[in-house]
């Protein structure tokens, strides 16, 4: 939790948010992604400064557990001095004990978003799905917790002034935007009408604009001619040389199919699963994970 001091900016968690996205997919399935269609809404984790402090926390929390459809979770909270946003015990349940900063006290209008954090990290608690290390499963916490709903709480946390500073989570508010993004582009659902701060909006169209260029990428039709030409030349060396050269920040690559014709393998611009096609001109791709249709051009 940021609480006065620098914020990160940028991308620099792009990799492992990625990675998560795929792994939410793999471990959800597409039917399942699916019934997470709609978001938490903003009215349903409201919380007033003349709500009774643990009654409205126990009513957010009771909100966020429907929402992940953990219906035998009981949360328990409390409040405590330290210096992370929320802890949460990860036991057997079906009750789990969460505490959250003391800050929240003052700050009730985030505590949906710090409880929207801890209740994600129960499911994928229950799901077994989790990332090595404590960064990375940080960051697979936040991810699961935008792309299924409830993650626009905690980028509307993040606050930004020259006299102070706010921002929840370990993604960089255009990380968390990104992820926002890829989700809106899925279900069709425009988040920006919810948010409350003004610095959360223009994290969420820095994150749009990069969701976008996943979609512009060779060889993918939507690519542009600076990214086409690019891939001609490296699909005319793999073809000459046979030994395809590889090159830093090329989502594609180039492997030879045994007798058959060229493939390209590249990431699918939904869940980052990687596509496998014959470069033979126009090709319409389907990813079996997210069951997205590409239209390449190889």
């Known amino acids: 939790m940021a609480n006065g001091g620098p914020v990160e900016h940028g991308y620099p968690h792009l990799e492992t948010v990625r990675a998560a996205i795929t792994a939410l997919w793999k471990r959800l399935s597409y039917d399942t992604v699916q019934t997470f269609s709609t978001s938490v809404a903003p009215a349903d984790v409201a919380f007033c400064d003349t709500d009774d402090l643990y009654l409205g926390a126990q009513r957010v929390a009771r909100e966020l557990v429907r929402h992940y459809r953990l219906p035998d979770a009981r949360l328990i909270v409390s409040f405590r001095e330290m210096t992370h946003a929320a802890n949460v015990e990860l036991a057997a349940g ?152 590889p090159h830093a920040g090329t989502p594609y690559s180039f492997t030879p199919d045994g007798h058959g014709p060229l493939r390209v393998s590249f990431p699918c611009p939904t869940c980052h699963q990687r596509i496998r096609v014959p470069v033979k001109g126009r090709v319409r791709a389907r990813c079996g994970l997210c069951r997205t249709v590409l239209e390449c051009d190889t």
Not at 99 to 120: Q, T
Not at 122 to 144: C, K, M, Q, W
Not at 205 to 219: C, F, H, I, S, V
Not at 238 to 244: E, I, K, Y
């Open 94 to 245: 079906p009750e789990y004990f969460v505490e959250l900063n003391d800050r929240f006290r003052k700050h009730r209008r985030d505590i949906g978003a710090a409880l929207a954090h801890e209740v994600m990290h129960v499911y994928l608690h229950r799901l077994g799905l989790s990332f090595p290390g404590t960064r990375d499963n940080e960051i697979l916490t936040d991810t699961a917790t935008t792309y299924l709903g409830a993650g626009w709480l905690l980028l509307d946390a993040y606050r930004e002034d020259s006299a102070s500073s706010q921002k929840l989570g370990y993604l960089t508010p255009e990380e968390f935007g990104y992820v926002l993004a890829k989700r809106a582009l899925v279900f069709g659902e425009d988040p920006a009408i919810w948010f409350t701060s003004p610095q959360a909006y223009e994290a969420y169209t820095e994150g749009m604009a990069q969701a976008r260029r996943d979609e512009q990428q060779p060889p993918l039709t939507a690519a542009g001619w600076a990214g086409r030409r690019r891939y001609a030349r490296d699909r005319r060396h793999a073809q000459d040389t046979h030994t395809p050269l």
